[in-house]
């Protein structure tokens, strides 16, 4: 017996955009569906979200390098994710 699939969406509820984290030293993978539009807020919201679920495995680190790709919402000329880095980082 024959299917035939569906070449199109059909009426999705949502639009979910991949965020991701990788961790090159492991090759460890997160990804996150963020359901708005990506903005710096929101990356910095699921950097937080990943930090708290694996704060214990990283306890003895002082320090953490953050490589952003150069999309819009953490471009260096938007003003808002610099400050919501060091806001997520004060104790």
Avoid: K
């Amino acid at each position: 017996m024959q299917v035939e699939a569906a070449d199109h969406d059909c009426a999705p509820l949502a639009t979910v955009t991949p965020v991701g984290i990788f961790l090159p030293a492991s090759e460890a993978r997160c990804i996150y569906g963020v359901r708005s539009q990506v903005t710096s807020d929101g990356l910095v919201d699921r950097l937080a979200q990943w930090w708290e679920s694996v704060r214990d495995r990283f306890a003895p680190l002082t320090t953490l390098a953050i490589n952003l790709e150069n999309g819009p919402a953490p471009h260096r000329r938007r003003t808002q994710c610099m400050p919501r880095m060091v806001e997520c980082v004060q104790p």
